[in-house]
């Protein structure tokens, strides 16, 4: 089993359109959760932590429930610059090391 | 400017070649680590190194070798022993094991190996 899963999509909305995914961890003591950007031939770049209260950053809100062990990312208004892949990350119990899930691609159309 | 480079951009190695991949942080983080992305697929970890002159084995180590001998660097060799070598290298750094926030890791702009 994978340590983290993601839908793959694609997944392609209109702007201005709400769109949500959501990732799945195998280990129920995984430490620390993130959300990445990957843009096209390009590093992946933070986007936002994961917090258990769950936490707000503009228009993406991103939710832990470690009953049900996922993660989940919204985004309000899609703009077309938020067409990406957007990448899982979870950071292991012992904390040295990361597992990525193999990203969700998002396209807005205008 | 704090960050993570990478150095080179590109790189194009022969067959039976070894090669070394670059990566230098200022970001006074004690761990780094190298992963291989292949076109579709997700990230795979090659190597970590959570201190100075200590590193362990990822996923994919085998036909590769690093070294951890200053903090701020942490050079990956692609050696002849790599049976798929050509692939996009990115090379990431975060604070550490360290428990609660602010334990993220950056990454660098990546290397585009290509095997002729």
């Known amino acids: 089993r994978k340590e983290v899963e993601q839908d793959p999509g694609p997944f392609n909305v209109p702007e201005g359109a709400t769109v949500a995914f959501n990732c799945t961890y195998s280990n129920s003591a995984s430490q620390s959760f993130f959300w990445y950007r990957q843009d096209c031939r390009k590093e992946p770049k933070l986007l936002m932590s994961v917090y258990s209260s769950g936490n707000e950053d503009g228009r993406f809100t991103a939710q832990l429930n470690r009953a049900s062990q996922y993660i989940s990312l919204l985004i309000r208004d899609s703009k077309l610059s938020d067409s990406a892949t957007y990448l899982c990350v979870v950071l292991s119990n012992t904390g040295n090391q990361f597992y990525f899930g193999t990203g969700t691609s998002l396209t807005v159309i205008p | 400017d704090g960050g993570i480079t990478q150095s080179p951009k590109y790189l194009f190695r022969k067959e039976g070649q070894n090669v070394t991949l670059s990566c230098e942080q200022n970001?006074?983080?004690?761990?780094m680590y190298w992963y291989r992305q292949d076109p579709g697929q997700g990230l795979r970890l090659i190597y970590y190194?959570?201190?100075?002159?200590?590193?362990q084995k990822g996923d994919i180590a085998e036909g590769y070798s690093v070294s951890r001998e200053k903090k701020e660097s942490f050079p990956l060799t692609v050696t002849s022993a790599q049976k798929n070598p050509t692939a996009f290298y990115l090379c990431?750094?975060?604070?550490?094991?360290?428990?609660?926030?602010?334990?993220?890791?950056?990454f660098g702009p990546g290397t585009r190996l290509t095997v002729l």
């Open positions: 970001l006074n983080h004690d761990a």
């Open positions: 190194s959570q201190i100075v002159n200590d590193f």
């Open positions: 990431a750094s975060s604070k550490g094991v360290t428990s609660g926030r602010g334990n993220e890791q950056f």
